[in-house]
């Protein structure tokens, strides 16, 4: 019968081998853990949520992914996004958690607020629509931008409203990921307010001698957004122009040539200096 020889040497090798090999599938094994705990940990919970089955969605491709949601609302997530979420939701309360950019057009319930949980950042909704993402100079910062609506941004690991920063439409908030705190500014193109009730006033944005003051303010109201005029001197000054189909900066920038005044974003308003009226 052949006799099987073992070389000492190799025999000792293929020990270290399987060692190796051991301690690696422990650390991969650790690593998907944590990952899962620390999901879990961010998410307020979500994962015990009874009989509930846990929905993820990716988006793997280059457009835009559309998610309809149980309770109506529904979800765009962009190039690399990922939603994990419960189907159905808790009976009080819908959590959703966010990796990547995506956007979100709440069905407006009082009695059950909507949560979206990023890394370090949550932000809770009654009904409105929203777009979280990355920052646009660090990839690490979150940026949420209020397209219709209020919503209410605070971190993960402060359970006191105190700490809680509210923004309307056309605001937005970017959480700093190096500071850890957040930035007040306006969203890129902000829209016109759209009111609900029937009675709701419709600005016009055809001026002809309108004293500045009054300009403004039919801005501000229009979009939501705090307009100051730091000049006092031009609060009288008339002004005419038929602004109907510019957008908000484009607004801005015929006003301010008016008057030779500049305007400047400052967190979430608007600051207009300088200037004269002739």
Known sequence: QPILKVNPKNNVFVRWYMHIAAVCACVACFILYRQHVGVESRFGGIYQSGNA??????????????????DGSSVVIYEGGRITYPSPFKTHIREVYLEGEAYFDIARNEQKPFFVYTEDISTKVLGTSFKI????????????????????VQYNDVKSSETAITLTQNQKAVYKYQNKNFELG?????????????????????FKGTPLLDVLQCIENAYGIHIELKNTHLLDCPFTADLSEEQLYTKLDIIGASVGAEYMVDGNQILFSGGRCE
């Not at 280059?62 to 949601?69: H, Y």
């Not at 993402?133 to 209410?152: N, T, W």
């Not at 969203?187 to 016009?204: F, G, N, Y």
């Open 133 to 152: 993402g990355p920052g646009l100079k660090d990839r690490k910062d979150i940026e949420v931008a209020v397209l219709s609506g209020k919503v209410m």
């Open 186 to 206: 306006i969203i890129q193109t902000p829209q016109l307010i759209v009111h609900d009730r029937a009675d709701a006033k419709v600005e016009s944005f055809i």
């Open 53 to 70: 089955q846990m929905i993820q969605v990716t988006n793997d491709g280059a457009n835009p992914k559309r998610v309809k949601l149980d």
